[in-house]
């Protein structure tokens, strides 16, 4: 009986991931399709044929190095909860890269899986949904920047970008609010779920409660004006990471001398190409080839073909950066807990 039990659950979850996953390819050839339909491929190949490598490799070599403060500032947030090595947060990001460029939003539980801390799991995912608070905030203030460095093109090309802005800071609000609520709480929370489910089943109630206890840890792991400071130095050189790597690969295809962008330009590229990042794509395939060439085309007059070569020259070796180094440590957690179940079986 138990067995079969675990059989459906299974079933059911590998279900669920088969139907997300055949949708996210669905959307990945409709964008590629969309990115590639209308644009000359001998173009496209001819641009990519000419570009100087060293700005593109240069480019993808910083996107690596901003793993680096991205795990010195989860390090920061899981205090409370587990104090892993930090290479061992290192590597825990890079399977969650990994991952995401076959399954959209499944690096966020590989990463956590990784970390081979089975008691702070839940504390660990508040961890986790912390970080994606602090990267939509930062997306809004990279698009509030952007609205200043070319307001009149960036409202004609993106009409809808204020209302995303205003959107998205009202989701923002919400959802730290919510956090402050519950880390605030936490004990008193717990103790009312506790109570309440405890009618239905006293182990139950203890279990959820706990959970909740756990997961109000996790997002009170970064305390004090120094902790807070400590934070957004990371999160600002992380994003300085990703500008300079659009901007360095700008001179393998001439877009300086040519067109005249520059740093404040690569900015505004990045802020828009992240949009292709946020939708469930693997990896962001086929939605970053769209934002980030459409961006070079309508805002700044690059040639379609060229602006396709870019993105999809920089998404290709992000992807082959991240698959290398954060493959072999996902296939090892696959590896291991695959192993898990069968003997527990």
């Known amino acids: 009986m138990a067995g079969s039990s675990t059989d459906r659950a299974w079933m059911k979850i590998s279900t669920g991931t088969l139907v997300k996953t055949i949708a996210s390819l669905g959307l990945t050839i409709l964008f590629l399709w969309i990115a590639f339909a ?3 491929l001998h173009a496209v190949l001819g641009a990519l044929t000419l ?36 290479g061992r947060i290192f590597g825990a990001i890079l399977a969650g890269y990994a991952a995401n460029s076959f399954v959209p939003r499944s690096g966020e539980v590989a990463r956590v899986l990784a970390l081979r801390e089975p008691g702070a799991t839940t504390g660990l995912l508040a961890t986790v949904l912390v970080e994606r608070i602090l990267d939509l905030l930062t997306l809004l203030i990279l698009f509030a920047i952007v609205l200043q460095i070319i307001p009149g093109r960036i409202r004609l090309v993106y009409p809808w970008l204020e209302a995303v802005l205003l959107t ?8 730290v609010g919510g956090i402050l609520m519950l880390a ?14 405890s009618r239905f089943s006293i182990r139950g109630g ?3 409660s706990d959970l909740v206890a756990s997961f109000a840890v996790g997002l009170t792991s970064v305390r004090g004006p120094i902790g807070y400071a400590r934070v957004a130095i990371h999160t600002i050189v992380l994003n300085a990471c990703y500008a300079l790597s659009v901007y360095f690969p700008f001179s393998s295809f001439g877009f300086g001398e040519r067109y005249g962008l520059g740093l404040g330009d690569a900015v505004v590229v990045m802020a828009i190409a992240t949009l292709g990042i946020v939708l469930p794509t693997p990896g962001g395939a086929g939605t970053y080839h769209v934002f980030c ?9 690059v040639p379609p073909e060229e602006s396709l070569a870019f993105a999809t020259a920089l998404h290709a070796g992000v992807f082959l950066v991240f698959l290398l180094t954060g493959g072999p440590i996902l296939i090892s957690l696959l590896w291991q807990r695959r192993h898990r179940d069968t003997t527990s079986a």
């Open 38 to 40: 209308t644009v000359d």
């Open 51 to 86: 570009a100087d490598p060293s700005g593109l490799l240069l480019g993808v070599g910083i996107v690596f190095l901003g793993t680096f403060p991205r795990a010195w500032r989860w390090g920061l947030l899981m205090r409370q909860v587990a104090t892993p090595a930090f």
């Open 168 to 175: 998205g800071s009202v989701i923002t609000v919400l959802a």
């Open 184 to 197: 605030g709480a936490g004990q008193r929370a717990a103790g009312g779920v506790n109570r309440f489910f």
């Open 206 to 208: 203890e279990r959820l």
């Open 293 to 301: 060439s459409q961006a070079l085309t309508r805002l700044y007059g």
